[in-house]
């Protein structure tokens, strides 16, 4: 018996808009769809470019603030890509899983070519 369904793939969805914490210092990044990211690690500052991947985005290297910041865990400070599960952003240093943040705000629909 043959099925006249085809298989469906799923669309990438879109990283555009802003991943948060609820941390007490509200660490996020915003991801712009001109390739621009910027965000906070809860102290200082990240403001560099982004090339989306299938699974999230590589970040290009970037210079931060370095402000030393009392009872601030600054664990995004060191992001270099991201990988999107569902409305969470996983953030990685390498290998090294550094955090998660959330999808705040509206959320996009799939990426169309």
Known sequence: MESSQQPTTQEPRSIVGTWGSDEKSHPYLTFSAD????????????FTSYE???????????????RACVGIDPWLKDVTRVAMNGDELVAYSGSDRLGVLKREGDT???VHS
């Open 108 to 110: 996009p629909g799939p």
């Open 35 to 46: 390739g621009r990211v910027e965000g906070t690690d809860g102290c200082n500052g990240i």
């Open 52 to 66: 989306q991947t299938n699974d999230g985005a590589e970040l290009e290297p970037y210079i931060s603030t370095r």
